[in-house]
């Protein structure tokens, strides 16, 4: 089979305005979006909570990318929008961020946690640095963010982590043929994350649920779609994931009205990728 529309789904940049019906459920919330900057996910994830009047926080370490849909949000939605540019490994700038935040917006209401790092390599050969690169980006600061946000998540006995995490914490080798170790221990240990927190906080009403992504479509995966596309031909929907499909499931486990008696879950967002022979 080759590519087609139908394996290559048009991105556009950010969701489109939400339906009367479920307008404005954010309303006045304080949304924390981890990697905003990036066109695929995080950008149109803060997008879709400033439309739905949310006051949006987000934080990437590219900055001229950060800068841009901050901006672009602002003008399109009216929204509030604090953009920090950081690294979010690094424990004093996220810490700031924090105080920052609750001092201009009040708490953290919902956090999105999307940020990662992959770097790729075969685990004989792979770099100690590079392992502990990726396992603090992926996993560290995922622990770091939740002990900023929980305690007033728990004081207030409401609020709602959500973890971006990957298909390849279930795959054994996620990528054959360049290998990625860390990715992956650190997107199966940040479920593990999820199941931890959801257990200890929610007899205070807090919620935490992880979504597990498949192959997105985006600029990375168009400018290897040739290497992508057997994979894809092997996958159950025989399609790319689209932007909206993840939105769509961060939006649902964002809501306590759609999602309310849901916590410690792993939704797979991958069009049945892990299920490929």
């Known amino acids: 089979m080759t590519a087609s529309a139908s394996t290559q789904p ?6 489109s305005e939400p339906q009367a019906s479920e307008a404005r459920e954010f309303e006045g919330k304080v949304v924390l979006v981890t990697g905003g900057g990036g066109g695929c996910i995080g950008g149109p994830t803060a997008m879709f909570f400033a439309q739905q009047g949310a006051h949006v926080v987000s934080c990437d370490m590219h900055e001229r990318r950060l800068r ?24 004093d700038k996220v810490a700031r961020m924090i105080e920052e935040t609750e001092r201009a917006l009040g708490p953290v209401d ?3 946690a999307n940020a990662c790092e992959n770097k790729l390599g075969k685990i004989v050969s792979y770099s100690v640095d590079d392992w502990d690169r990726t396992i ?5 600061a995922n622990f770091r963010l939740a002990r900023h946000v929980l305690p007033k998540m728990v004081e207030r006995r409401s609020g709602n982590i959500i973890h971006v995490a990957s298909i390849a914490a279930w795959m054994g080798d996620p990528n054959p043929r360049d290998g990625e170790p860390a990715y992956a ?14 257990s200890e906080v929610g007899p205070a009403g807090v919620r935490c649920n992880a979504i597990a992504l ?13 290497q992508f596309r057997p994979m894809i031909e092997a996958t159950p929907l025989r399609r790319y994931g689209r932007t909206d ?7 649902f486990l964002a809501s ?22």
Not at 10 to 15: L, M
Not at 69 to 91: C, M, Q, S, Y
Not at 136 to 140: A, F, P, R
Not at 256 to 277: A, C, K, L, Q
């Open 10 to 15: 048009p991105q556009g940049g950010a969701r």
């Open 68 to 91: 841009e849909w901050a901006e672009r949000i602002r003008k399109e939605t009216g929204a509030t929008v604090l953009d920090f540019h950081l690294d979010i490994a690094e424990r």
């Open 110 to 112: 919902v956090l999105v």
């Open 136 to 140: 603090d980006v992926t996993l560290s």
């Open 185 to 198: 221990a650190a997107k199966a240990a940040l479920l593990s994350l999820t199941r931890n927190i959801a």
């Open 214 to 226: 498949g192959l997105i479509w985006s600029r990375f995966v168009e400018k290897f779609e040739s």
């Open 245 to 251: 499909d993840v939105i769509e499931c961060i939006a």
């Open 256 to 277: 306590d009205r759609r999602s309310g008696f849901i916590t410690g879950e792993s939704i797979n967002v991958s069009g049945g990728f892990y299920m490929r022979p």
